[in-house]
């Protein structure tokens, strides 16, 4: 059960106890968030927003084996049953030798592009020297964790 702190239309605001150690926040009978001694959580709200911005210098790879480009970010989800949406946006130049990158997220050690293509950006080579792109990459991850969960772009030469 739960100590609930309810705002009725009828009975203005009511309130139970419990010892149970949780309260529910509740709007008409229905529960509109958790206190636990896992954290708060409200469902359907946006809880916490990380940002990471690379400043290190340029990287680049010839390996067609995915390597850290250094542009990670970290979050430490409220619950184990936390979403979380990873947005990537990058300037991205590749050079004039026909070759494309492949770019995907790492939670960890884990590819969550894994069973699935990697984001590809690139082409043939187009004769004119260097080509820039703007890579844009999403992914919305059910990490299932509780703990400090890091974020990590890598890449590679597709050929």
């Known amino acids: 059960m739960a100590s609930i702190i309810n705002a009725t239309t009828t009975g ?3 309130t139970s ?6 309260l529910q926040l509740q709007s008409g009978g229905v529960t509109k968030a958790t206190i636990s001694s896992s954290g708060f959580s409200y469902t ?8 990471s911005v690379y400043s290190g210098s340029s990287v680049s790879t010839a390996s067609t084996t995915l390597t850290t480009t ?21 300037n991205v ?20 592009a894994a069973g699935t293509s990697p984001s590809i950006m690139g082409g043939p080579y187009n004769g004119a020297g260097t080509v820039g792109n703007t890579l844009s990459m999403n992914f919305l991850d059910s990490p299932a964790t509780t703990s400090s969960t ?3 772009v890598y890449f590679a030469t597709s050929g």
Not at 99 to 112: D, F, V
């Open 17 to 22: 106890a419990d010892n149970s150690g949780i």
């Open 150 to 152: 890091t974020y990590t």
């Open 70 to 90: 250094g542009i990670s970010g970290s979050i430490t989800p409220t619950s184990s049953s936390s979403k979380v949406l990873v947005l990537v946006n990058s």
């Open 93 to 112: 130049y590749q050079a004039n030798t026909g070759t494309g990158g492949m770019y995907t997220i790492y939670r960890g050690s884990t590819n969550l």
């Open 44 to 51: 359907g709200a946006v809880l916490q927003v990380v940002q």
């Open 12 to 14: 203005g605001l009511v």
